[in-house]
């Protein structure tokens, strides 16, 4: 069971009282009335399905009823933040990839170590050699 904090109440719950909503940060057309069908259709039903860190918008539905924002790694399920809505997210996928990288650079790189002998060449058996090795 995963826990996910709500920036409102400000306490971990479990994740069955909330509900997914959608992707974060979708901005409604100005006039949907003057822009074209196709456009319209792409508002409505088109979406990012990145596989890494996505932002998400979630509703408390068993807590306070308010809908939040989560960064969520698609890839692990592990979330990252929650923040209120109207806020902008600390954790984006730059900043995440920079992480790593940053992680990258700290640990030392492992190297192979070279055998200090030569691995002996298998020869190869004859018919005649197998035929002596089987009486």
């Not at 002998?117 to 050699?129: D, L, S, Y």
Request: a neutral charge; one cysteine or more.
């Amino acid at each position: 069971m995963h826990h996910i904090y709500c920036p409102y109440c400000e306490e971990m719950r479990e994740e069955e009282e909330y509900s997914y909503t959608g992707e974060a940060h979708i901005e409604r057309p100005k006039d949907p009335a003057s822009i074209a069908d196709e456009a319209w259709g792409d508002y409505l039903f088109f979406r990012a399905n990145p596989r890494g860190i996505h932002h998400e918008m979630w509703y408390h539905a068993a807590g306070c009823r308010r809908y939040f924002n989560a960064t969520r790694d698609t890839h692990s399920y592990q979330i990252h933040e929650t923040y209120k809505m109207g806020e902008l997210p600390a954790v984006t996928a730059p900043t995440k990839a920079a992480l790593v990288a940053d992680k990258a650079k700290a640990t030392p790189a492992k190297t192979k170590a070279k055998p200090k002998t030569k691995a002996k060449a298998k020869a190869k058996v004859t018919p005649e050699e197998q035929q002596g090795d089987a009486s």
